[in-house]
């Protein structure tokens, strides 16, 4: 009967709670969730770096050419120092 009562309850402190298996499957989801995350990273930057290799004139990162003296943003600029040395 002891040899009874001693297994049931090893059973018992075996065997995860209600919570416990809610909180693992919890957990497992977040997990899978940020493995999905990260392999869909992992394609888009495979899926970019396929693009830039095949058109590289397209992704070239270099400065902006800077734009003429005689350009109308220029000419404002200058009007508007102009207006403010007069005052």
């Given at each position: ?23 693992k ?63």
């Amino acid at each position: 009967m002891r040899l009874a009562i001693l297994f049931t309850t090893a059973a018992l402190l075996v065997t995860p709670t209600i919570a416990e298996e809610k909180r693992k499957t919890n957990e497992d989801a977040g997990v899978r969730e940020a493995i999905a995350f990260e392999r869909a990273k992992d394609r888009a930057d495979a899926a970019q770096a396929r693009k830039e290799a095949k058109n590289p004139e397209k992704f070239t990162y270099e400065k902006p050419k800077s734009s003429s003296d005689k350009s109308l943003a220029n000419e404002q600029k200058r009007e508007a120092l102009e207006k403010n040395e007069k005052k």
